[in-house]
């Protein structure tokens, strides 16, 4: 199984500020990365898939990038509704794994 | 508008059968490049996807539990199941089922998930 180390644990931030959260790949896995925010109450929302693609209705504050088995998650100019838990989740090849998730909270 | 939904019975004992559904709406199973997912998350496991079924029926499980998953689908009724046997503690968790949209293999919309716990 492909395993994702995602780092930091946490994160603590203020408001306006931004932050980049990472997710290493013990194997390659091309592109195939997406990026999940999980909030209170809320239904798992997709962020970023293929590495760098935005989903839909995803504000641009939001990217991602790759480098090797290395992607990055960026959200520029922090606002309230962006703190929450991220994951990261391979998609190239089966077992999906996971990342063990980032919690971001308000400085 | 997609959404998904899950249903389980909240609560059962060790060593029974784990019967989820996922009811959906805005898209059909029927239709090609469709796919439903099952992820699963616990406080010791994190998030750990499960198993994925096709709009051609074609299934796939993570080989971790496959000897104890079965998923199906009725797409008349806009329905997915899974089906885990021989439930134990450490199996208690959320339960997501998610979207799948083929060439892709992320999770586009997933359901609020419904929390099961195994205990004696």
């Known amino acids: 199984d492909v395993q994702m180390t995602q780092s930091p644990y946490y994160l603590a931030v203020s408001p306006g500020e931004s932050v980049s959260i990472n997710c290493k790949a013990s194997?390659?896995?091309?592109?195939?990365l997406a990026w999940y925010q999980q909030r209170p109450g809320k239904v798992n929302k997709l962020l970023i898939y293929?590495?760098?693609t935005l989903q839909s209705g995803i504000p641009s504050r939001f990217s991602g990038s790759r480098s090797g088995t290395d992607f990055t998650l960026t959200i520029r100019s922090l606002e309230s509704e962006d703190f929450g838990l991220y994951y990261c989740?391979?998609?190239?090849?089966?077992?999906?794994?996971f990342g063990s998730g980032t919690r971001l909270e308000i400085k | 508008q997609v959404s998904l939904k899950e249903s389980g019975p909240g609560i059962l004992q060790p060593s029974q059968t784990l019967s989820l559904t996922c009811s959906f709406s805005?898209?059909?199973?029927?239709?090609?490049?469709?796919?439903v997912g099952w992820i699963r998350q616990s406080s010791g496991k994190g998030l750990e996807w499960l198993a994925h079924?096709?709009?051609?029926?074609?299934?796939y499980y993570n080989p971790s539990l496959k000897n104890r998953l079965t998923i199906s689908k009725d797409t008349s009724t806009n329905q997915a199941f899974l089906k885990i046997t021989n439930m134990d503690t450490a199996d208690s968790a959320t339960y997501y089922c998610?979207?799948?949209?083929?060439?892709?293999?992320?999770?586009?919309?997933w359901g609020p998930g419904t929390m099961v716990t195994v205990s004696s």
């Open positions: 805005g898209f059909s199973l029927n239709n090609y490049g469709m796919c």
């Open positions: 194997k390659s896995i091309s592109k195939y």
């Open positions: 079924i096709w709009w051609n029926d074609d299934k």
């Open positions: 998610a979207r799948t949209l083929r060439p892709h293999w992320h999770f586009d919309f």
């Open positions: 293929d590495g760098s």
């Open positions: 989740q391979q998609h190239n090849e089966f077992p999906f794994t």
